[in-house]
């Protein structure tokens, strides 16, 4: 009796710490097959210097000095977090201001007349590739657009008499336009971006995240307050990636089976919340308590553009928001390394027969590992590089497929089949509602009877709130990133057999 009573107040007592490892640890870790082109930031270079300065305070691997106690994983964790909120509260040294290029109030330009160089090129590059919306009925083919609307600075229309004549379908635009025009300029005006400050602390326990809509989420997240809603746009452009994917598979997600969640999307999303939020149970740091650790949470991100080029600290909210799993993050396409900025300082590594189809590795953040891969899914999949697939830790994500465009209908119908095997969720977004409207339709015409929808289709509440223009169709191409979203999976079937018993014989 008196070891079950002991018991019982170590079990009340224990802080309950995560089954995660120590970050700093993951930091170090090397790949097995050292051969791999195995890349990681420094604590002196990359986007993350502020976190990797910061880690490297404190080493699990370094003797006490005599009169220090042994710390867990856990009290490190805590001892960093207390140190972070303290530096926020001791005086910065002062910045030296950079005068921008551009002021807040001297935003809007012609394009053809921009002092920025790029926006005049984006300029030419209009009046190159779109033509005038206005149909002439007695000329044969369009004119290339060269009169730049006066209240947009954008070129819409071959000539004024055009402009004046279709005034009232283009003053539907106009105003977008003109938005446009500016959040180009400001991102090029040079000025100081505090917005793009991201929060770079995982959620407490005790803190919840609100995912109602922009607002409350990055109150939620404690991210700096972002009062301008030019600067609002700017960082939803980036964060928008993250937390479309967050706000689908957290526990707290506003989709349920009252906004637009399906019976079979609730049984799906219950297996993945269900290994994103393990319990608290265990392990103090030590040996003896050492308790298993789950293997990471796969996200594969199909046919990936420029989201595999983003900053890194985008895609380690992820881990920031779920404080308990490891991420695996996959970018995997034939453009995943197209474009690709300058932040991400290396090049992608040639193939090899130890490497043979050329994947880069990174370790950006803690618990988080990102691979691009420069090849089709389908080819991948043949070679069972990622398999054996599990629902309860892969999730699939696709970022505006277009699935019925002509120009990548073809691959998608040789990757669909195999994605529908996997029997994993999958995400998918579009840029605009007919967009979305389209692909669903695609899919029920390629795969009917073969798949189950786990959401209805619909606008995304973390969508970009910055407006993107086609350069072809400057005047009907408007659109947002991950406007709309939906998702589904490949069909399960019943296994077991009912065996119906015989009516009992009454004597």
């Known amino acids: 009796?008196?070891?079950?009573?002991?018991?019982?107040?170590?079990?009340?007592?224990?802080?309950?710490?995560?089954?995660?490892?120590?970050?700093?640890?993951?930091?170090?870790?090397?790949?097995?097959?050292?051969s791999l082109p195995y890349r990681r930031y420094s604590s002196a270079s990359g986007p993350l210097r502020s976190i990797f300065s910061f880690l490297s305070r404190d080493d699990p691997n370094k003797v006490p000095e005599p009169g220090f106690p042994i710390l867990s994983s856990t009290e490190r964790r805590k001892e960093r977090i207390r140190q972070v909120k303290e530096s926020w509260k001791s005086p910065k040294p002062e910045k030296i201001p950079s005068i921008p290029l551009l002021s807040q109030n001297d935003l809007f330009h012609p394009l053809s007349q921009s002092p920025i160089p790029e926006m005049r090129a984006m300029g030419q590059r209009i009046q190159e590739r779109a033509v005038c919306p206005v149909d002439v009925p007695h000329e044969i083919g369009k004119h290339q657009v060269n009169f730049e609307c006066p209240d947009c600075g954008i070129p819409i229309y071959c000539c004024e008499d055009h402009w004046m004549e279709d005034y009232q379908n283009h003053i539907l635009v106009c105003e977008t336009l003109r938005e446009i025009n500016e959040?180009?300029?400001?991102?090029?005006?040079?000025?100081?971006?505090?917005?793009?400050?991201?929060?770079?602390?995982?959620?407490?326990?005790?803190?919840l995240?609100?995912?109602?809509?922009?607002?409350?989420?990055?109150?939620t997240r404690e991210f700096e307050a972002v009062n301008d809603m030019r600067s609002l746009r700017q960082v939803t452009k980036l964060l928008t990636y993250p937390v479309t994917i967050g706000s689908i598979i957290h526990e707290l997600s506003p989709y349920n089976l009252n906004n637009r969640l399906t019976y079979e999307g609730l049984k799906s999303l219950a297996a993945t919340r269900y290994s994103l939020h393990p319990v608290l149970a265990g392990g103090d740091g030590t040996l003896k308590n050492q308790k298993q650790i789950p293997p990471p949470m796969r996200i594969f991100i199909l046919g990936a553009r420029g989201e595999a080029s983003?900053?890194?600290?985008?895609?380690?909210?992820?881990?920031?928001?779920?404080?308990?799993?490891?991420?695996?993050?996959?970018?995997i396409g034939p453009e995943v390394f197209l474009n690709r900025p300058r932040h991400l300082e290396w090049p992608p590594p040639p193939r090899s027969?130890?490497?043979?189809?050329?994947?880069?590795?990174?370790?950006?953040?803690?618990?988080?590992?990102?691979?691009?891969?420069?090849?089709?899914?389908?080819?991948?999949?043949?070679?069972?590089?990622?398999?054996?697939?599990?629902?309860?830790?892969?999730?699939?994500?696709?970022?505006?497929?277009?699935?019925?465009?002509?120009?990548?209908?073809?691959?998608?119908?040789?990757?669909?089949?195999?994605?529908?095997?996997?029997?994993?969720?999958?995400?998918?977004?579009?840029?605009?509602?007919?967009?979305?409207?389209?692909?669903?339709n695609w899919v029920h015409e390629t795969a009917k009877g073969e798949f189950d929808v786990l959401m209805e289709p619909g606008q995304n509440r973390f969508s970009s709130l910055r407006w993107n223009i086609l350069e072809s169709d400057p005047s009907g191409g408007l659109s947002q990133s991950n406007w709309g979203v939906w998702a589904f999976r490949g069909k399960r079937y019943e296994t077991m057999h009912r065996v119906t018993t015989p009516d009992v014989i009454q004597l």
């Not at 959040?183 to 803190?207: C, N």
Request: glycine share 4%; with cysteine.
């Open 1 to 34: 009796m008196k070891a079950l009573k002991s018991s019982r107040s170590l079990v009340r007592g224990c802080s309950c710490p995560s089954i995660t490892p120590d970050p700093t640890r993951s930091l170090r870790l090397v790949p097995r097959n050292a």
């Open 209 to 219: 995240i609100n995912f109602t809509n922009w607002d409350t989420f990055l109150y």
């Open 353 to 440: 027969p130890s490497n043979p189809f050329g994947t880069l590795f990174e370790r950006p953040a803690p618990r988080i590992k990102i691979s691009s891969v420069n090849e089709y899914f389908h080819t991948l999949h043949k070679t069972q590089m990622f398999a054996p697939y599990d629902p309860y830790f892969d999730v699939f994500v696709l970022f505006h497929p277009g699935f019925s465009h002509p120009a990548s209908m073809t691959d998608w119908e040789q990757t669909l089949p195999m994605l529908l095997e996997t029997k994993c969720p999958i995400i998918v977004t579009g840029y605009t509602k007919e967009d979305m409207d389209n692909d669903v």
């Open 310 to 331: 983003l900053p890194r600290e985008v895609w380690a909210q992820l881990p920031f928001m779920f404080p308990r799993v490891n991420f695996h993050l996959a970018f």
């Open 183 to 207: 959040d180009e300029h400001d991102l090029r005006s040079g000025r100081e971006f505090p917005e793009f400050e991201y929060q770079l602390l995982e959620q407490e326990d005790g803190s």
